[in-house]
């Protein structure tokens, strides 16, 4: 998925349990299509994971202002994002 618009055109076929969205994407960025995704019946209890290259002091308050449930940096091995992913699944 490129771009926030796109996301929310693909929930009307399918509904994901996991969303993991990037802060800055053109268009709409992440903090906005948390806020579609949580005011949507279809996605409000889906899980919605920042992985983003801002610092988490920065993301953070406004991530959980947008209705994200975690955070991740990106930036270097995926490690930290598949552990987050597996606690959240079990």
Known sequence: ???????LNMIATWVPDI??????MPQ????TLARHLRQNTA??????IAFTALDESV???AGV????????QKGGAPDPLLR???KIRQ
């Open 1 to 7: 998925m490129l771009d926030g618009a796109s996301a």
């Open 19 to 24: 969303a993991v969205l990037d802060i800055n």
């Open 28 to 31: 709409m960025d992440g903090y």
């Open 43 to 48: 996605t409000g209890h889906t899980v919605l």
């Open 59 to 61: 993301a953070r308050p």
């Open 65 to 72: 202002a947008s209705g994200f449930d975690a955070y991740c």
């Open 84 to 86: 987050l992913l597996e």
